[in-house]
Nanobody, 119 residues
């Protein structure tokens, strides 16, 4: 199993930047896809960005060109650099890990960190 701890959330003005970080522990050698999702009250949790073990990235259209995801497997961390933040980026951000051991696949989620962007 994998345990995830997020950090870096907070309050920032529109146009500013923030960097989220997620530290993983446990069976980290079996981690495949890692990424960030966000969810507002009453809405579906949506993908923000993911990166695979081979470095392939995927971004939501709304954050392309503004956010950058990166992973450091030596340190078992995944980060999300958020630039040019907009009020609509305000949300609870969740760290995501896709774990695979042979044919067994599992999803792991952090508890979430709040990002608030003021206008």
């Amino acid at each position: 199993q994998v345990q995830l701890v997020e950090s870096g959330g907070g309050l920032v003005q529109a146009g500013g930047s923030l960097r989220l970080s997620c530290a993983a522990s446990g069976s980290t050698l079996s981690i495949n896809v890692v990424g960030w999702y966000r969810q507002d009250p009453g809405k579906q949790r949506e993908l923000v960005a993911t990166v695979t073990k081979d470095g392939s990235t995927n971004y939501a259209d709304s954050v392309k060109g503004r956010f950058t995801i990166s992973r450091d497997d030596a340190k078992n961390t995944v980060s999300l650099q958020m630039n040019s933040l907009k009020p609509e980026d305000t949300s609870v951000y969740y760290c995501y890990v896709g774990w695979r051991f042979w044919s067994i696949k599992k999803d792991f989620w952090g508890k979430g960190t709040l990002v608030t962007v003021s206008s």
